[in-house]
Nanobody, 123 residues
Framework: QVSLMESGGGSVQAGGSLRLSCAAS????????MAWFRQAPGKEREGVAA?????KTAYGNPVKGRFTVSEVNAQMYLEMNSLKPEDTAMYYC???????????????????WGQGTQVTVSS
């Protein structure tokens, strides 16, 4: 069973940076992909960034050029720079087994989820 745990959330002023981490107890067998999602109150869960086990990445349009996803030894990271108040949300990591040429940003494609970590950006 794959379990995921996020850390690194917090409060920061606009323009600042945060680094989120996601620790996996074990990774899915074979090919796999992981992603960061976020959900603000009253809004749908949104795909932020995703990465395959061979390093192919994908980003949601609102974060392109500001966020960077990486994965090393069952740890996934999200470097968030130039943060904006609209980045405020609960951030979740997710994982699934399988092959995608480009990792998906749709929450329906993921089987394993963490509990989330809150990111708050003040103006």
């Amino acid at each position: 069973q794959v379990s995921l745990m996020e850390s690194g959330g917090g409060s920061v002023q606009a323009g600042g940076s945060l680094r989120l981490s996601c620790a996996a107890s074990r990774l899915p067998d074979g090919n796999y992909y992981m992603a960061w999602f976020r959900q603000a109150p009253g809004k749908e869960r949104e795909g932020v960034a995703a990465i395959t086990n061979w390093g192919k990445t994908a980003y949601g349009n609102p974060v392109k050029g500001r966020f960077t996803v990486s994965e090393v030894n069952a740890q996934m990271y999200l470097e968030m720079n130039s943060l904006k108040p609209e980045d405020t949300a609960m951030y979740y990591c997710a994982a699934a087994s399988g092959y995608w040429r480009t990792p998906p940003l749709s929450f329906s494609e993921y089987d394993y989820w963490g509990q989330g970590t809150q990111v708050t950006v003040s103006s």
